[in-house]
């Protein structure tokens, strides 16, 4: 599985951003796919993740509430969409692809996706 992450970009404190990640092949739908960040200076953290078939997401505390993960097998894309910004939340947004699940753990994941950048200004 290929994965493309795009929809970063700027924007103000208070604002919204919808992330995509589209994925190559015919098996999106056999995997569970997570959203991770990564400020600078920092680890890599879980945002958010997504059940196979969409019915089942799990959230950091710190994006619960104002995150939304969703997926459209169809069209073989992921997609998180982001309310009410702040300012920590910007970092480079990675998006990954697990067999066995949608955790928190990025050693459970199998595929990444290169990272979007988001920025919200205060």
């Known amino acids: 599985v290929q994965l493309q992450a795009s929809g970063g970009g700027w924007v103000q404190a208070g604002g919204s951003l919808r992330l995509s990640c589209a994925a190559s092949?015919?098996?999106?739908?056999?995997?569970?796919m997570g959203w991770f960040r990564q400020a600078p200076g920092k680890e890599r953290e879980f945002v958010a993740g997504?059940?196979?078939?969409?019915?089942?997401?799990y959230y950091s505390d710190s994006v619960k509430g104002r995150f939304t993960i969703s997926r459209d097998n169809a069209k073989n894309t992921m997609y998180l969409q982001m309310n009410n910004l702040k300012p920590e939340d910007t970092a480079a947004y990675y998006c990954?692809?697990?067999?066995?699940?949608?955790?928190?753990?990025?050693?459970?994941?199998?595929?990444w996706g290169q990272g979007t950048l988001v920025t919200v200004s205060s």
């Open positions: 997504i059940s196979w078939g969409g019915r089942m997401t």
């Open positions: 092949g015919r098996t999106f739908g056999r995997y569970g």
């Open positions: 990954a692809a697990d067999k066995t699940g949608w955790g928190e753990a990025k050693s459970t994941y199998d595929y």
